[in-house]
């Protein structure tokens, strides 16, 4: 089964892919990660992306679309994937397309506000990039990682600016997919608002399971 989630930043769309990744068997690919792998890795891509993400701006189609074109050749998506991230735009979706079939798009809807208030609220260990929030989930100790007592901080494209941004960003290149996929018949737009495990009740209803 291969799956596109589609919805703003912030939408928890990694959060519900991870706990449902193992129920459908299927890895799940994050563009994010990929990016933040290469930066990471301090390679020439990940040197660019930096700067790119940086602004709230998005990466070139040609960059991401071959990122992902050589992911999604390795043996553990022979079954199918999660594709989170991807495609943002109509051309990589039709880029896409010649790569795998499409079995359904999910599309999590989530109002700006609330966007807003997720991602500013996001903190991050730089050296195992785990992930807390000062409200939903803060580390035991305020600003301290908890395994290795690191300071956290704050990712330049989590600050409201950069959110706003990108929402503006998103708007303008990414939601165009919801019609392109809703005339193929493939779209489920669920509410993204509520508790992880209920986001994720109500992924799998949207996927008959």
């Known amino acids: 089964m291969n799956l596109?989630?589609?919805?703003p930043p912030g939408a928890g769309k990694g959060t519900i892919a991870g706990i449902v990744r193992e129920k459908l068997g299927i890895p799940h690919i994050s563009t994010g990660d990929l990016f933040r792998a290469a930066i990471k890795n301090e390679t020439?891509?990940?040197?660019?992306?930096?700067?790119?993400?940086?602004?709230?701006?998005?990466?070139?189609?040609?960059?991401?679309?071959?990122?992902?074109?050589?992911?999604?050749?390795?043996?553990?998506?022979?079954?199918?994937?999660?594709?989170?991230?991807?495609?943002?735009?109509?051309?990589q979706a039709d880029e896409l397309a010649k790569m795998v079939k499409i079995d359904h798009v999910i599309n999590f809807s989530l109002s700006e506000e609330s966007v807003v208030k997720r991602l500013s609220g996001r903190r991050m260990c730089v050296s195992t990039g785990k992930i807390y929030h000062i409200i939903y989930n803060p580390p035991k100790v305020e600003g301290k990682d908890d395994d290795t007592g690191e300071p956290l901080i704050q990712r330049d494209d989590d600050k409201e600016d950069a959110i706003r941004n990108r929402l503006k960003v998103y708007q303008e290149s990414t939601e165009p997919l919801i019609t392109y996929y809703k005339e193929k018949g493939l779209l489920r737009t669920i509410d993204a608002s509520a508790a992880p495990d209920a986001v994720a009740e109500s992924f799998l209803t949207a996927l008959n399971l």
């Open 4 to 7: 596109v989630l589609l919805g």
């Open 44 to 91: 020439p891509l990940g040197l660019k992306v930096k700067e790119i993400l940086a602004s709230g701006e998005l990466v070139p189609d040609s960059v991401t679309v071959d990122m992902v074109k050589e992911r999604i050749a390795q043996s553990d998506c022979k079954n199918g994937m999660i594709l989170d991230g991807f495609p943002r735009t109509v051309y």
